[in-house]
């Protein structure tokens, strides 16, 4: 019964958010995140500690890795060895750490990414500018914490003898916070401590004339002083880092780009993988081979060019697309006051400067208690050796140590401490010349109590300690700073011209989305029609371009495709091309290609498209709405929206404002023409106008732009094999959204409906397949021309041939290039 009387009957939002509470209360204090005073994580300040214990110092030999990882573990920290390896190993990185805390021999790593060696093999040590983290901790400095199994005492933080949070910096990732701090000179922070020591009311203008900004271990260049100001003061900011370049000569004209530093924490061996796959990709022209030369002297990147490429242009793109420049993005979070906080520059200093006070007045107390018993000690050891003889006498008179110390108490007015230091005193000592050594000590010792006195006594001498021992840190330490800084961000421009070498390409497009280009020297090689492409397949765009012109390209679901000619795959003439659906996530599984357009490269968006869509809607929308987007290359943009089961059966590109008409022919053979300033321009999303007043199961078989006053002649092929040409000037001009006029004559068994219709201005000859397998050639103009009521003569068999399945244009060599 008592039993069921503890347990607790809680819901499981209750018991989720108490313990994720307590999880997250752990994560973020005692392993993510670093103590804005020492700036260490826990697992950094346990190795340290307890490398510093069992004197794994500078000045001793190197020890194995996993002797120091095994104490760590089963002492201070108990979690993986790994874990605590892989700390070890990143206080020891060079590349990491601008002043590392460990040394270690063997291999621990490399910029590339390379994991260290086993710790069975690597050997390491404390570095001597950890001793300054560590010294006087035992000297009562810090708070000490029972460890997690309550036999060993931790320190909560170390003495610090320098603001190592910003000289090393800080990365980590908790519970709802996450920390990035740069690393900083160690010179620069020392000079920037004291002046806001003397000056507590310092500016962060001020400051910054001694920290200037972060110093990276990789070097680079940082740029953006406006930017860093905001992130020392708020302690969130973003900056640029780029790599060192320079651009050297090489023979017969051409040059290459040599890489010497990079941003921090970039992976050399992906960003050489990188810049190198660009090169196979052809995403960018001009780079004949990318190498890695680096080696103990120093890191060398060659990226070789081809002659006659702009290498300034070809750094610009990489910069823009490569981790050869990175925004590094601060977020200065740490330990402040047992919780998290975003912290700016100033309260990191302030904060540090606060703990090495208390370090300090804590050490003094220490040591003038010590000084205070050991001056004690001293004064009865004189006042022993004043009067020597009678001390031996009654020591010798004494039944045993006991007994000795008790009669000098009672005879000579010993204290117990002086007593006991009196009767362990050795034989050699009772010299003349001991005599003064201990007066000298004395001296030393009031001298040391009075200085000690007054540190505690007086704030600025404390300050005055606190400084010379900065400066101290700071000569013996100091290095020169890596990383250069500009004030200002550099904005990168690319130019296509300068990255893509003109090349006159022969580019292919077909109806159901295969995309390529290809060099006029495979293509002049090959047979016009000798192309790998599906039976259900023909080619709706073929065109000889330029590497720098541009394509726009309509398909049958009012989608709008952009390609540069340069990023279109380079396959052989008789080779089939890439799949939209392999680069376009929204290209769907019955979308075909409609119509193409090719811009020069200039890319003047002046004019408008007109479409139209087979279920009676119209519309104009501008060219520059197109205008290439952001995500061009995963997506393709929505050109007119269209109801469902409704598709674009036309599109035409106007350049310039000419007076033009809209002619359009219904399945049902109806044909209406009128004015195309009666179709309003609107934008790229909508829906457009009702272009033709459709019947009951009638649909838009052809729409077409006829400019105004040219005489037109349409060509009408119907479902049962026959072909009609007609003057377009037959029909009379009416206006939007009527039915229109009959172009075939009406049969009450077995009508001619219109299967498709073609301008003789866009097509010369058409080719008909049927469903027996037969097909027909036909040239338009062979045809006579009829009148409206015509239904046109037979150029199938329907019986014979059975009935048409497929028709395929051949269109004249006009196209549709917006530069005419």
């Not at 390896?85 to 990491?96: C, G, I, L, N, T």
């Not at 910029?111 to 006087?136: I, V, W």
Request: aromatic letters at 6%; glycine letters at 6%.
């Amino acid at each position: 019964m008592n039993e069921r009387q503890n347990i607790q009957e809680l819901t499981l939002e209750e018991v989720m958010g108490e313990r994720f509470g307590r999880y997250s209360k752990y994560i973020i204090q005692d392993r993510a995140l670093p103590d804005i005073r020492d700036g260490l994580k826990p697992v950094q300040r346990r190795i340290l500690y307890s490398m510093n214990k069992d004197n794994n110092t500078f000045d001793k030999a190197f020890r194995k890795s996993a002797k120091s990882v095994g104490n760590i573990m089963g002492n201070y920290h108990p979690h993986g060895d790994s874990s605590i390896y892989e700390a070890m190993v990143r206080m020891s990185q060079d590349w990491k750490l601008r002043e590392p805390l460990i040394e270690m021999h063997g291999n621990n790593g490399s910029m590339d990414g390379d994991p260290p060696a086993a710790m069975r093999y690597t050997e390491a040590r404390l570095s001597k500018l950890s001793g300054q983290l560590l010294e006087d901790i035992e000297k009562e400095t810090v708070e000490f914490v029972w460890n997690f199994d309550d036999t060993e005492k931790e320190p909560t933080v170390l003495p610090a003898k320098y603001p190592n949070l910003l000289v090393n910096g800080s990365t980590g990732i908790s519970a709802g916070y996450a920390t990035e701090i740069p690393t900083h000179n160690l010179g620069e922070i020392i000079d920037g401590t004291i002046h806001l020591i003397d000056n507590p009311n310092a500016s962060l203008d001020k400051l910054m004339t001694y920290i200037p900004g972060p110093d990276f271990p990789t070097g680079g260049i940082l740029q953006g002083k406006k930017e860093l100001k905001k992130a020392y003061e708020t302690g969130k900011g973003k900056v640029n880092v780029r790599s060192v370049t320079a651009i050297e000569p090489l023979k017969a004209g051409r040059e290459q780009i040599v890489v010497t530093e990079l941003p921090y924490e970039v992976n050399k061996a992906n960003l050489v993988k990188k810049i190198d796959e660009l090169r196979l990709s052809r995403r960018i022209e001009g780079i004949s081979e990318v190498r890695d030369e680096s080696d103990r002297t120093g890191l060398r990147i060659v990226i070789e060019l081809k002659k006659d490429v702009d290498a300034n242009g070809i750094l610009n793109y990489l910069f823009k697309n490569t981790d050869l420049q990175i925004n590094y993005n601060f977020n200065m979070v740490a330990i402040h006051n047992l919780r998290p906080e975003q912290v700016g520059l100033k309260v990191i200093l302030q904060a540090y400067i606060d703990h090495r006070q208390s370090v300090i007045r804590k050490r003094s107390h220490y040591e003038l208690n010590k000084a205070s018993t050991r001056l004690h000690i001293v004064a009865g050891l004189i006042k022993a050796l004043s009067i020597l003889d009678e001390v031996i006498k009654t020591i010798r008179a004494s039944k045993d140590k006991k007994d000795a110390k008790l009669n000098l108490m009672k005879n000579y007015d010993f204290t117990e401490a002086q007593a006991e230091a009196i009767v362990s005193l050795q034989l050699y000592r009772l010299t003349n010349t001991d005599i003064v050594a201990l007066e000298e000590e004395s001296s030393e010792l009031n001298a040391k109590i009075e200085k000690l006195n007054l540190i505690l006594n007086n704030e600025n001498e404390l300050f005055k300690m606190m400084k010379a021992e900065l400066r101290e840190v700071k000569k013996q330490f100091t290095m020169p700073r890596l990383t250069q800084l500009q004030d200002e961000i550099e904005e990168i421009t690319i130019e296509t011209a300068v990255l893509i070498p003109q090349e006159d390409v022969m580019v292919s497009i077909t109806r159901e989305g295969y995309v390529k280009r290809s060099s006029l020297r495979s293509y002049n090689a090959s047979k016009e029609d000798d192309i790998d492409i599906k039976e259900t397949d023909d080619v709706v765009f073929k065109k000889q371009l330029n590497t720098h012109d541009h394509l726009f390209i309509l398909t049958t679901q009012g989608n709008m495709i952009y390609r540069p000619v340069h990023e279109l795959i380079d396959k052989k003439w008789k080779e089939a091309g890439d799949h939209f659906s392999m680069s376009l996530t929204n290209f769907g599984t019955n979308e075909q290609i409609l119509e193409v357009f090719s811009f020069d490269a200039d890319l003047k968006m002046s004019g408008k498209f007109v479409l139209i869509s087979k279920d009676g809607m119209i519309k104009q929308t501008e060219a520059q709405e197109f205008e290439p987007w952001r995500t061009y290359r995963a997506r393709s943009t929505m050109a007119m929206k269209l109801k469902d089961h409704d598709e674009l059966i036309s599109v035409y590109y106007l350049p310039t404002e000419d007076k033009m008409d809209v002619l359009l022919i219904s399945y049902r053979a109806f044909g209406l023409l009128y004015s195309l300033d009666e179709v309003t321009t609107v934008g790229a999303r909508a829906a457009g106008v009702k272009s033709m007043n459709l019947k009951e199961m009638d649909e838009i078989v052809g729409g077409f732009i006829i400019p105004r006053g040219e005489e037109e002649t349409l060509t009408i092929l119907t479902t049962r094999g026959s072909l009609k040409r007609m003057k377009v000037s037959q029909l009379s001009k009416l206006s939007r959204a009527k039915r229109g006029l009959m172009v075939l004559r009406e049969l009450k068994s077995n009508p001619h409906r219109v299967l498709d219709c073609f301008l003789e201005s866009e097509t010369d000859t058409i080719e008909i397949f049927t469903a027996k397998e037969k097909d027909y050639t036909v040239t338009l103009k062979d045809a006579p021309i009829n009148d409206r009521q015509s239904n046109g003569s037979f150029v199938i068999d329907e019986k014979e041939d059975g009935e048409i399945i497929k028709v395929v244009r051949k269109s004249k060599p006009t196209d549709n290039d917006l530069n005419d």
